[in-house]
């Protein structure tokens, strides 16, 4: 089975541009979560998607948004991108079983 | 509100020794889910091993196992054997009955030849 994708791996853009990360579940999973990284912030939760719905936001700005598809498939978008949006996206996708999440290689973007 | 904290910035062990990596976490929640997960440098999350807290028994995975202690809300990662192939960043997460998952700050690991 394959893991969980994302693309691009690596994005340089400059303030103020918008940007969409991809993430594709391993297959039957229908829950996908979103994290971003920071040395400074750690891990912080975005928000997940289950069946093409929003079932919990973390505590970031309107600037961060997400959908699902019906194939599972997750995009997340940040618009006007600030300096302090530089950090690695982890996507993690969940099937049925409550004890597993499964993490993407991450996409490092880099705001200039 | 969720809480997760790893104390140990940073850790070293000698190759084949075992290590234990603390975490203690805070819910008032009595349905939750503990995680230990493993971040090389590549930057990959790597699941490791899952607790469930109605479970009775520690949870083990091959070298890794949890050390559950309910009453005290800590779960710690015992890493037998240690190898080379271990230096990495370990992150504790917790899941209450919803689906947002936190992270602890987590704790580097350095294993020694």
């Known amino acids: 089975k394959a893991g969980v994708t994302q693309t691009p791996r690596y994005l340089i853009k400059t303030r103020g541009q918008q940007v969409t990360l991809s993430c594709s579940p391993i297959?039957?999973?229908?829950?996908v979560s979103w994290y971003q990284q920071t040395p400074g912030q750690g891990l912080q939760f975005l928000f997940e998607?289950?069946?093409?719905?929003?079932?919990n936001k973390g505590n970031f700005p309107g600037r961060f948004s997400g959908r699902q598809f019906s194939n599972s498939r997750s995009e997340m978008n940040v618009s006007t991108l600030e300096l302090g949006d530089s950090a690695l996206y982890l996507c993690?996708?969940?099937?049925?079983?409550?004890?597993?999440?499964?993490f993407g290689p991450g996409t490092r973007l880099t705001v200039l | 509100a969720q809480k997760i904290t790893q104390t140990q910035p940073g850790m070293f062990v000698q190759e084949k020794e075992a290590v234990t990596l603390d975490c203690t976490y805070d819910t008032s929640d009595p349905s939750y889910g503990l995680f230990w997960y493993k971040q090389p440098s590549s930057g990959e999350m790597i699941f490791l091993i899952y607790?469930?807290?109605?479970?009775?028994q520690n949870a083990t995975e091959g070298r890794y196992s949890l050390n559950f202690q309910k009453a005290r809300k800590s779960a710690n990662l015992v890493i037998s054997a240690s190898q080379l192939g271990d230096s990495a960043m370990y992150f504790c997460a917790m899941r209450e009955g919803g689906f947002k998952t936190i992270f602890g700050a987590g704790t580097r690991l350095f294993v020694k030849a």
């Open positions: 998607y289950f069946s093409e719905t929003q079932r």
């Open positions: 993690a996708s969940r099937g049925s079983g409550y004890n597993e999440q499964f």
């Open positions: 297959s039957g999973h229908r829950s």
């Open positions: 607790q469930g807290s109605y479970d009775q």
